[in-house]
């Protein structure tokens, strides 16, 4: 009889410490900073050192601990940014061929987090720029975005976004480690630096020639009208009225390592 109240009292000492041990776990991963992670995250690969850990972190958090972390429109703005730019990085530096085929490589299902595989695609217009339709030119929304978009996507986009999403081409803006708390500041100086360096303003036609991005989603930026005010507004052109935008060929080549701090 005593063997066998000793036996009982050691396994439900074995299963008591079992349970302690995945509640402190749990307890743990609660407590992850992702902001703090997406930079490390860019950190590192500057660096050239392992990203595998946070990678591991990133897959096996659950929606609803990354939703809760992310409580704020910074804080998901900068973490989703981040992590996009650091997955353009991990993957194409392993495997560049991918960039061959560019349509499929943006699409392709690479990204494992929360538990659930992603594309390049679905974070940049489902969760960056909150359900768009990827061919709407930014005036069509997605009617039916799926659980994982709905609950981690951010709740006010921003048009800055579209000048710090780095997608591996040359005449894509660069990657900068974006922090939260001064988000809205690193988001105008990026702004303002790439639309500097990539549009070329002619007075005597009054015509701007200016990047592709802005064609390509032309209504997060307010249409013509609002792309003109933001070039006004960086000082790229004197005055809205009559001027007229051209928009330059995109350079696609690849072109990573890219890097800049704001």
Not at 92 to 112: A, G, H, M, T, V
Request: include cysteine; aromatic fraction near 12%; proline fraction near 2%.
């Amino acid at each position: 009889m005593k063997l066998k109240i000793s036996f009982l009292v050691t396994m439900l000492a074995i299963l008591f410490l079992a349970k302690t041990e995945v509640q402190a776990q749990v307890d743990t991963n609660s407590e992850t900073d992702f902001n703090e992670l997406s930079e490390t995250f860019l950190k590192r690969i500057i660096d050239k050192k392992d990203t595998q850990n946070l990678q591991d972190i990133l897959a096996n958090t659950s929606i609803s601990e990354l939703d809760n972390a992310l409580d704020t429109n910074d804080k998901r703005l900068a973490f989703w940014l981040n992590i996009y730019n650091a997955y353009i990085q991990v993957i194409l530096q392993k495997n560049p061929e991918l960039y061959d085929e560019r349509s499929s490589f943006f699409k392709l299902e690479q990204i494992k987090i929360a538990g659930e595989m992603v594309s390049f695609a679905k974070i940049e217009h489902g969760i960056i720029r909150k359900s768009q339709w990827e061919y709407g030119l930014g005036y069509i929304r997605k009617w039916f975005p799926g659980k994982f978009e709905r609950k981690l996507r951010v709740n006010k986009p921003v048009f800055n976004v579209h000048f710090a999403l780095n997608c591996g081409a040359k005449d894509c803006p660069p990657v900068a480690i974006y922090e939260w708390e001064r988000l809205q500041e690193q988001l105008q100086k990026g702004t303002k630096r790439l639309l500097e360096k990539t549009s070329e303003y002619n007075s005597e036609l009054n015509v701007v020639k200016v990047t592709s991005i802005f064609s390509w989603f032309r209504g997060d930026f307010g249409g013509k009208g609002g792309i003109k005010k933001i070039l006004k507004e960086n000082e790229i052109i004197p005055s809205t009225k009559g001027v007229k935008a051209e928009y330059t060929n995109y350079d696609w080549t690849l072109y990573l390592d890219n890097f800049i701090e704001l």
